[in-house]
């Protein structure tokens, strides 16, 4: 995929974060893992858990992601850096130029709907950061929070997509900023809202089914961008999208991380649901193509 000079976006905000990439303070790591285990399960419940659980074994092991008693350090919320930019690495160029496509595709369909687009800020990061929704760690991976609008990104993912998950290319890239950008837009149409409502009156199959359905509709939202971004696309980027679709699905998760799948416990759903909704906004283009996922909700 390729930009060329086209604009970055200036609602990108630059942290040099609160500590080291493995660091998560605590000896030996315990303490803070065990911090970034709760966290994950006030914000996602017990499938959150799971996925994290599996993530951090596909990693190699709780001991090598907690750095062997790296301590944090920096401020709670991190510090603004004038070091890093949208200019500085090609990157961080790219990424910041994904979130202005988004902003101009959405705004268009937005007005189209009657409709006003808000646009979500883009914190860029490194190693640990706070949120409104809790703390940001790389290990985590990139993730939209409602509470601020805002979408936490450590450009680090990237290297762990292309290298641990084997999906490389920037049209992977993209599709993981633009998935989130479609949390932003469930954000703005209430549909984030409503899943959220639903869950509080369910058990936690339901509550887990219905987070599929909300992560499948972003990856649909990532796709209707897409769709309307053809002229930047070029050769291959949407088999790069599929591919990493297919890398972060949970049953490719769980498969490499425990051996067997536990479709019950899924909450971003297979990796045929995650490319059959990428093609089907790509597709459809439009909001609707995408609202069968929450319909009912």
């Known amino acids: 995929m390729r930009f060329g000079g086209r604009r970055s976006s200036d609602n990108v905000e630059f942290r040099e974060g609160g500590g080291s990439r493995f660091g998560l303070g605590g000896g ?16 996602f419940g017990i499938g959150g858990v799971v996925v994290l659980a599996i993530v951090f074994a596909i990693f190699g092991g709780l001991g090598s992601l907690t ?55 883009m914190v860029i990061f490194e190693g640990q950061d706070n949120s409104a929704c809790g703390a940001a760690d790389a290990r985590m991976g990139p993730f939209y929070c409602p509470a601020d609008r805002s979408i936490y990104l450590d450009i680090a993912f990237f290297r762990e997509l292309a290298q641990r998950f084997a999906a490389p290319g920037d049209f992977a890239q993209a599709y993981v900023i633009a998935h989130e950008v479609g949390h932003h837009v469930q954000t703005l149409t209430g549909t984030s809202d409503r899943i959220r409502q639903a869950q509080s009156a369910v058990g936690e199959g339901e509550v887990n089914a219905l987070q599929v359905r909300m992560e499948l509709q972003a990856d649909c939202y990532a796709g209707v961008w897409a769709s309307r971004e053809q002229s930047a696309m070029e050769p291959g ?30 909450t971003h759903g297979s990796a045929a649901q995650r490319q059959e909704a990428l093609m089907r906004g790509y597709r459809g283009g439009t909001l609707q193509a995408c609202a069968g996922y929450t319909n009912g909700v």
């Open 28 to 43: 030996g790591g315990g303490g803070g893992a065990a911090m970034l285990f709760g966290m994950v399960f006030s914000r």
């Open 67 to 121: 750095g062997g008693g790296q301590q944090a350090v920096g401020p709670p919320g991190g510090q603004q850096s004038s070091a890093r930019n949208c200019r500085t690495e090609p990157t961080i160029t790219f990424a910041c130029q994904t979130l202005a496509s988004t902003e101009e595709q959405w705004a268009a369909l937005f007005t189209a709907a009657g409709r006003s687009y808000e646009r979500p800020r």
């Open 237 to 266: 980027d949407l088999e790069e999208g599929m591919t990493a679709a297919a890398a972060i699905g949970d049953d490719t998760l769980q498969r490499a991380g425990q051996g067997r799948v536990v479709p019950e416990s899924f």
